[in-house]
């Protein structure tokens, strides 16, 4: 299996901050993923890339950014954190058709 | 756009029940859809895969169906077990690589 570890796993931010969340892989799969969780909305895209220099928008990019500094890395920033960005973070790799998601980062923004 | 919507959202039974999961999508055109498990503030765990050619996946006491063509699957879990509580996910791959994910039903089975 795919081993995708974040870092960190609960954050606690305030508003306006600059704030970066970390993921990397050991695998060396090409594609990973960032997605947010709210509860009763399930899980929703925000940015996704297929290789070094590929990086796309998902449904919900605005207010993010990202970084694939490498093949096993891909960092989210959030560049002015907002209450509405708190939620729970997974980044995910993929190879073939499926997907391997860490554990998740809690980010709470007051 | 995919639309994925799972009912019930929760769902109660008492241990030794069968538990009935349903999973719709509005674009037939998928890859595979997929059941995941969820724990409490934890991350994912895939149960059961079904490409977008097969009907139905079974691994232990899970069993899911597909029917592209009308834009379902269904989840079955024999004989539930209380270690069986827990939020599962439907989540299906479109011809983009893009995983669009259900709400999820979370589970409870009583002892």
């Known amino acids: 299996d795919a081993d995708v570890t974040q870092t960190p796993r609960n954050r606690i931010t305030k508003t306006g901050k600059r704030i970066m969340l970390e993921c990397s892989q050991t695998k060396g799969h090409d594609r990973m993923y960032w997605y947010r969780q709210d509860p009763g909305l399930g899980l929703r895209l925000i940015y996704y890339?297929?290789?070094?220099?590929?990086?796309n928008k998902g449904e919900i990019s605005d207010g993010y950014s990202v970084s694939r500094q490498a093949q096993a890395k891909f960092s989210l920033s959030l560049e002015s954190a907002i209450p509405n960005q708190t939620a729970l973070y997974f980044c995910a790799t993929s190879v073939g058709d499926i997907q391997y998601f860490g554990a998740g980062t809690r980010l709470s923004v007051l | 756009k995919q639309e994925v919507t799972q009912i019930p959202a929760a769902l109660s039974v008492p241990e030794g029940e069968n538990l009935v999961l349903n999973c719709s999508f509005t674009?037939?055109?998928?890859?595979?859809l997929q059941w995941f498990r969820q724990d409490p503030g934890k991350g994912l765990t895939s149960l059961l895969l079904i490409q977008s050619s097969q009907r139905e996946q079974t691994s232990g006491r899970l069993n899911a169906s597909l029917d592209k063509s009308s834009g379902r699957s269904t989840l079955y879990i024999a004989a539930s077990q209380p270690g069986d509580s827990a939020t599962y996910l439907c989540?299906?791959?479109?011809?983009?690589?893009?995983?669009?994910f259900g709400a999820g039903t979370t589970v409870t089975v009583r002892a």
């Open positions: 989540a299906v791959l479109s011809n983009d690589y893009k995983l669009s």
């Open positions: 890339s297929f290789d070094v220099k590929d990086i």
């Open positions: 674009d037939s055109a998928i890859y595979n």
